[in-house]
């Protein structure tokens, strides 16, 4: 079913975290009520323009409803990446409306969708289809560390969600498990509304193997589609409580960071099913997908429609894209084009890093330490190994910094950053030092810094 004006007559089904199951039908009428409590904001705010609407919700269902809501209005909406306390305020402080229990007292109950009374309905029920036009704006951190707005018009989502289904082979699929939120680019396309088009069972969202594990126990073969990513995957690696169930499994995707060779080749040889990866970003979108069985496995096929060209002077990719009108955009990425169109990726050019699939600006950290009164400059970097970490090369502002501990110290700029980042995006180890090392051309190094935390 190609004619995503017709979804509404996809079965599709939400589980809830309780075990509930919501149909199509009482998605459709949530979103219909929701609409209603909608327009009657915009229309006792006075909102004339296109209303701007904020919205976050943990839960995909609601989630889901309240988004097709807000398009049904000809909103755009801004869907945050966290629910930390700063990033909140900051998109609700340019929002016309604000929708999702996670506002819950951020804002007053004039614009706060949730927090109105039930509006009265009329005798009869508008209908309220999947919308054909309609623009998501994402938030990412650019190659400088500060937050980017990344505007998606919704038929490009549409055209992406076409291309993904023509690509993968599906129908044999009857639910969708997820290990990602819905937020994300990718978990609103892949865990969200591709199942939603399919018209098949959508599971809440899992964080460990073992809480998929008793969903397979009594599954038929190919019965389902797993999204996921490296860190998840890593972990299930390491111990694979699925491997004797993964009969049950059509497919499992990987997307939002590297997911290396030895792992994907690992989980191949345990489960006898290829991890299908996912290259792109949110600007970006899905760019291209390999399947790794062997580690020789490494180089990526572009998705249909996608052409490339290197940049010769920065060995940057260079993407022209359907869902972008075809304008060339310019990735953060180096890469080497096969001859026979595929590529292999060669690495980042900027200082966004990735940590267990959250993507993390090391500058954005560093500009918000110095914020603190306690902080005369800071230098983070990634630590390889084993397990990736961030670390801080911090140097006092001694006048101003008074506390009794290293460990106070240490909790004290972590609290700072967690206003504004996430728990895996904080350093986990910190060093203290009178002035950075430099070298004999006066410069810090990133070895140098390293140096520090062995």
């Not at 289904?165 to 396309?189: K, N």
């Not at 590297?258 to 600007?283: C, D, F, H, N, V």
């Not at 990735?354 to 970097?381: C, D, F, G, P, Y």
Request: hydrophobic share 40%; with cysteine.
């Amino acid at each position: 079913m190609n004619d995503l004006s017709h979804l509404k007559l996809a079965k599709f089904s939400f589980v809830l975290d309780t075990g509930e199951v919501k149909t199509a039908e009482s998605f459709w009428h949530d979103s219909y009520l929701y609409s209603k409590k909608l327009g009657a904001a915009i229309n006792k705010l006075g909102i004339r323009a296109t209303p701007k609407a904020v919205l976050f919700d943990s839960d995909p269902y609601t989630f889901g409803y309240k988004l097709f809501a807000l398009l049904a209005r000809g909103c755009e909406i801004a869907l945050p990446n966290n629910q930390q306390p700063s990033t909140l305020e900051d998109a609700v402080s340019v929002a016309d409306v604000v929708c999702g229990s996670a506002f819950l007292g951020v804002k007053e109950t004039s614009t706060w969708i949730d927090g109105m009374s039930e509006v009265e309905l009329g005798e009869q029920q508008d209908e309220v289809y999947w919308p054909t036009t309609g623009t998501i704006v994402f938030f990412t951190s650019g190659s400088t560390g500060k937050s980017k707005q990344i505007r998606k018009a919704w038929q490009s989502l549409q055209l992406e969600l076409d291309i993904l289904a023509s690509t993968f082979e599906l129908s044999p699929v009857r639910e969708f498990v997820s290990t990602v939120p819905h937020y994300h680019i990718y978990g609103l396309l892949f865990r969200l509304l591709l199942p939603m088009k399919l018209g098949v069972k959508i599971h809440p969202t899992k964080e460990y193997p073992e809480h998929v594990l008793p969903l397979l126990k009594t599954a038929e073969k190919n019965q389902f589609a797993m999204i996921s990513s490296p860190a998840f995957l890593k972990r299930l690696c390491n111990d694979n409580v699925l491997a004797s169930n993964a009969h049950a499994f059509n497919c499992i995707f990987s997307s939002g960071g590297e997911l290396k060779s030895e792992i994907a080749t690992k989980l191949y040889s345990q489960m006898q099913l290829p991890i299908r990866e996912i290259y792109g970003s949110t600007e970006s979108g899905g760019i291209a997908h390999r399947q790794q069985t062997q580690v020789s496995d490494s180089v990526w096929t572009l998705f249909e429609g996608m052409s490339i060209s290197v940049n010769p002077d920065s060995q940057q990719l260079v993407l022209s894209s359907p869902y972008l009108n075809f304008e060339p955009l310019l990735m953060g990425d180096k890469v080497k084009v096969c001859s026979n169109g595929q590529f292999k990726l060669l690495g980042r050019i900027d200082r966004t890093v990735k940590i267990e699939e959250k993507r993390v600006n090391l500058s954005a950290l560093e500009r918000t330490l110095e914020e603190h009164a306690w902080i005369q400059s800071s230098k983070v970097i990634l630590l390889e190994g084993k397990r990736s970490t961030l670390a801080a090369v911090v140097v006092l502002n001694i006048g101003n910094a008074t506390f009794e501990s290293k460990h106070q110290l240490n909790q004290t700029l972590r609290q700072h950053l967690a206003n504004k980042f996430e728990l895996i995006c904080i350093p986990k180890k910190w060093r203290y030092v009178e002035e950075f090392p430099i070298n004999n051309q006066g410069k810090t190094t990133a070895a140098a810094l390293e140096k520090l935390f062995e």
